[in-house]
């Protein structure tokens, strides 16, 4: 079955070729990482027979209660990319500060950052969870890397990807010519190629958004969804879709394969709060695979990946997928800065009366 396939440690020997003076470290950080995704993937797909479902006593740095398998999958990333000589350090969603390399080791020239575990609530529901990954270049190669030293914009990203634990486990990312999905073949335990190139599709008639914080929204979000759910008969001319499954990898996947744009946008219910997902490890690189893929990441505001990040956990607003549509989100910000918006679908005569 592989006789016209390419499995993932060709694409990036062959990508390497491209870079004359490559040594060939990168592709080995990356199949370092794959390996703890294909661990990480076989005891998701256990299940209840494994014996990790359900939280453990513990929360992480941001306050949210840890599931088991967040530790489990943290573990496996850890010891999966520390040995290699290939890293000056780690952060990760479930540790405070950047795990050091132990001593034991040598200090690579590349940073590794991610989510172990995204959409960890989805796991004892049996939905589509992930991991996330961003790998950049250490400041001082050789040397323990300190905290400020992750704090790269996703610009800088040599290197992003995810993983989709779903119904067949994929990889799917970019290091920096296009987005390229594989598919692990279980049996070998090889991921292979299989979506070469993904174009994220240009026109979208799918919107994500967590609709229970509306009442939260900035005016230009709540233009934006008055306008698609007002369908055919609004200005849009045409109907809309929603989605939400609440797991930013499966998010993603949906979107690159499927097309459409997603929206966690920063409201006024925490407005100390930039917005909900982390910006290392989740909006850095999903904007840098979305990107390669022809969509666009926005806060809104700015482009993603030209954001200057301040602390580890910094969480921002993240809008992403069609191109289109998020210029057309973009430009709603800029509206409203100036002039309110006035929402004829939450008014007293509109769709979601908030009154009588
Ligand atoms: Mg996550
Ligand atoms: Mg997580």
């Known amino acids: 079955m592989l006789t016209d396939r390419t499995t993932l440690t060709q694409f990036l020997i062959e990508e ?65 990319n520390e040995w290699g000589g290939l ?16 001593e034991r080791y040598p200090c690579g020239k590349y940073l590794l950052a991610f989510d172990p575990l995204d959409g960890s609530s989805n796991i004892d529901v049996n939905l589509s969870v992930g991991s996330i990954f961003s790998i950049l270049r250490a400041l001082n190669p050789g040397e323990h890397a300190a905290a400020q030293d992750f704090l790269q914009p996703g610009a800088k990203q040599v290197c992003a990807g995810y993983a989709i634990y779903g119904p067949s486990t994929m990889i799917v990312l ?52 008055d306008e698609c759910l007002a369908g055919s008969t609004g200005p849009r001319g045409k109907d809309f879709n929603m989605r939400w499954v609440a ?8 979107i690159l394969t499927r097309g459409g744009v997603f929206l966690y946008p920063r409201d006024t219910k925490d ?3 930039q917005g909900r997902l982390r910006l290392l490890y989740e909006a850095n690189p999903v904007a840098f695979i979305i990107e390669q893929a022809g969509g666009c ?16 956990h ?14 057309r989100i973009e430009q709603y910000y800029r509206d409203h800065n100036v002039a309110e918006y006035d929402t004829p679908l939450f008014s007293s005569r509109g769709l979601f009366r908030t009154n009588g």
């Open 16 to 80: 390497g070729r491209r870079h004359p003076g490559a040594t060939g470290e990168l592709n080995s950080l990356i199949l370092d990482v794959a390996l703890a995704c294909k661990a990480i993937a076989k005891r998701v797909a256990y299940g209840a027979l494994g014996g990790v479902l359900g939280a453990a006593a513990t929360t992480n740095v941001q306050g949210e209660t840890q599931q088991k398998l967040d530790l489990v999958a943290n573990d496996l990333f850890l010891r999966a």
């Open 87 to 102: 890293l000056a350090g780690m952060v990760s969603e479930e540790l405070e500060a950047p795990h050091p390399i132990p």
């Open 174 to 225: 970019t290091v920096g010519r296009g987005a390229h999905g594989f598919t692990l073949e279980p049996q070998l335990g090889e991921f292979v190629l299989t979506h070469p190139e993904i174009r994220v599709p240009a026109a979208a008639c799918e919107f994500a958004i967590n609709a229970s914080n509306s009442r939260f929204w900035e005016p230009a979000v709540t233009r934006y969804v």
């Open 247 to 254: 797991s930013l990898v499966a998010e993603t996947h949906r």
């Open 271 to 273: 407005p100390a709060k």
């Open 297 to 312: 990441a926005s806060t809104g505001r700015q482009r993603v990946l030209d954001v200057a990040p301040e602390e580890l």
């Open 314 to 327: 910094q969480r921002i607003a993240f809008i992403f997928g069609a191109s289109e549509e998020v210029e």
